[in-house]
């Protein structure tokens, strides 16, 4: 573990930098102010308004060339983020200082593109929020070491849910905030979607007070898309939330509607994956199952139990996630892995994950 005090270069996925991550800016200034890190300078690999091609490769190529900067994390990165004279110029820059890429999506759902690949092959470390068979398809993209990193909460769009414990109120008995989006179909890797939508109609027959959110439900059952943040309120006014993914297939996996939920406190049922062993499932009131149908039946058996047995379910997914899950500890732990010290994360669930697996398990 490194005593230095490390300067980090942060390349985002941000449209407007800064906004669109609140968390990851917060937790990483955060570090800066308590001495953990020496300094944190951010850019985006996206245009900025009304910026020009050449200054946008011109802006990334500064950054990297810039020598006071020790590491570097790169998040989500997309094919138009380096081509390869850009990419190029980035490598010979970089020079032996560390690159961690963070991946949040589950990028491995189809072809990925060589510009995309050129960073996994460069890392020294790739974080994967999708578990198998994600890491061994980076690995065989190229990448050195891959470790899983589970969903968070973002701590800043959600920090009065994080600082309130949920009430005892409620005015609905079902959240579900999921899109139904038509043109998700199985060829696409999608896997999940047509559960999804399936799940939708099962809940709406059922009976139950249904809180539905999301685009591409028929207009009198929903009420549409949803702001971000405002999740948690929506889930708080109900006695469940449910959830189905939309990648079933992928091991140790979630949304980052899991740790939302489990935040806002609420007992919630979800679908369960491979692995998950990490996390307590039924004792902070987390649900997992199989199929739609074992969904619908824990919902309904849930809204059979007495209001006060699930307010309590509900309060222990709180203060299970509360400075657990949320992207404090999540910026923590790949600075940990990284090689660099500050204040360690919690052993439940960070000491329990996955992994990681390296070049020389690939095959």
Known sequence: MSLTKPHLLVLSNESDLGTDAPGVHDAINDLVCIGHLAKARFESWKPALRESEDARRS???RAFVDRSFDAALVISPRETS?????FEAVDAALG??????????????????KNMRRWFRRADVVFSQYGQPQPQKLLRLGAKRVHHLPATYCHVRFRQLEQTAPPK?????????ASRNRNWTSWSGITGSRTRAQLGFDLRASGRRLDLFGNGWPEKWGVGPVDFGKQGEIIRRNRISVNWDITPGYADSS????????IAGRPHITTR????EWIPSQDIGLFEEVSRADVVQR???LLTRDDEVLFQLGLSAHRWAKGRVSHREAIRYMLQVMGYETTPVPQDPWGS???????????
């Not at 994950?353 to 095959?363: A, D, T």
């Open 59 to 61: 802006r990334i190529q």
């Open 82 to 86: 380096a081509d390869e004279s850009l």
């Open 96 to 113: 032996h200082r560390t690159l961690a890429v963070w991946e949040g999506d589950a990028v491995t759902l189809r072809p990925i593109g």
């Open 169 to 177: 109120e409620f005015s609905s008995d079902v959240a579900m905030i």
């Open 255 to 262: 949304s980052n509607r899991l740790p939302i939920s489990l």
């Open 273 to 276: 994956h491979r692995g998950m």
């Open 299 to 301: 919902a309904n058996e």
């Open 353 to 363: 994950l996955p992994g990681p697996w390296v070049q020389s398990e690939k095959n």
